[in-house]
């Protein structure tokens, strides 16, 4: 059957997806067989598809950097906190020693 490529750039996204029916699918891939400008639109669909895949998961390597970095940063300040509450914690430690000795000696 001849299908004008009109046609075919119509159904070629489906085709593109895997989501036209098998008819359709048949008459693309007979004209595409002996169509060539029809072929390239298809191969630029299917380069388009790889650049935005790739990009996406760009982005989301992006987000997940964010994400670990922020989660750094507040390990980093739950990290700090800890330290300069223990140091409270030694230096009243400390003090009530010192008075307890001090008081004790003196
Ligand atoms: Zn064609």
């Known amino acids: 059957m001849n299908i004008s490529c ?3 750039r119509d159904l070629l996204p489906l085709y593109h ?7 359709s699918k048949k008459m693309i891939e007979e004209h595409l067989a002996h169509c060539e400008s029809c072929k390239d639109e298809l191969k630029a669909m299917n380069d388009d ?6 990009e996406q998961n760009l ?3 992006d987000a997940v950097k964010k ?3 922020r989660w750094e ?4 300040k739950s990290a700090l906190k800890g330290a300069f509450f ?3 914690t030694i230096a009243v430690v400390l003090l ?3 008075c307890f000795i001090d008081i004790h000696i003196g």
């Open 73 to 76: 940063k507040g390990m980093m």
């Open 86 to 88: 223990t140091l409270i």
């Open 49 to 54: 598809t790889i650049i935005v895949r790739s």
């Open 17 to 23: 997806d895997g989501v036209c029916s098998n008819d």
């Open 59 to 61: 982005s989301e390597a």
């Open 6 to 8: 009109e046609i075919v």
């Open 67 to 69: 994400l670990s970095k």
């Open 96 to 98: 009530v020693l010192y």
